[in-house]
């Protein structure tokens, strides 16, 4: 599965009232591993940026003013992102910016007609409901550091998001053991002759205790969903 994990800035907050991308960001998964793909691209806006959203990310008009138009990165940026599952915090407010990009530059789709969304904001509420779960607030949530992130900045907040959505989903959550064997031909499991004579080795108690600490680890980055502490709950259950 091929993902992209996407973020924007803008020079304000709505599109409808003539406001644009001035920056887009995207960062490349595939089955769930980062590929070191990245999407990055200042845009030279129609509109001026507002001091609030300034405030936000920092950029400047006379930053932007030798930057290209949106509709000269359009077909590059399409490229990138087509045919892969999109993953944006609060993805309406992105997509409603993008396919009026689209609109005003006479392309003939829209984002859903090539890339299904997945909104990380919406998960994050499901997981997570009646706390905060904006970008910050995760990361402080699942251990992840953002101390380098003093602005928004497209690249750098689609770069954290990854991070973030994949302790939200919950990590590694295929091992595949046993599942490819010879090559990538479906395999069982074969048994070994003589296996009830094998000896049994008892954990040490420092060893014993590195491992509790590694899945209280796990317990922090999976938001409380590290099933091996919580195997004796399943089974009374």
Known sequence: ????????????????????IIEIGCVEMFNRRLTGRTYHQYIKPDH???AGAM??????????????????????????????????????????????????????ERV???CPVTDSLLLARKR????????DALCNRYGINNAHRELHGALLDSEILADVYLAL??????????????GGEEGGITRISGADDLPVIHLSEQELKLHTDFLQMLE?????????????????S
């Open 55 to 108: 405030q936000v990310h920092g950029i400047t008009n006379e930053f932007l003013a030798d930057k290209p138009k949106f509709h000269e990165i359009m077909d590059e940026f399409v490229e990138f992102i087509r045919g892969a599952e999109l993953i944006i915090h609060n993805a309406a407010f992105d997509i409603g910016f993008i396919d009026t990009e689209f609109e005003r530059n006479n392309f003939p």
């Open 169 to 182: 989903t919950g990590g590694q959550t295929n091992l595949s053991l046993g599942a490819e064997l010879d």
């Open 220 to 236: 922090k980055k999976t938001g409380g969903e590290c099933q091996w502490l919580h195997s004796d709950e399943v089974a009374d």
């Open 1 to 20: 599965m091929r993902q992209v994990v996407l973020d924007t800035e803008t020079t304000g907050l709505e599109p409808s009232e003539g406001h644009n």
């Open 112 to 114: 859903k007609h090539f």
């Open 128 to 135: 997570h409901p009646g706390q905060k779960n904006n970008l």
């Open 48 to 50: 001026a940026i507002d």
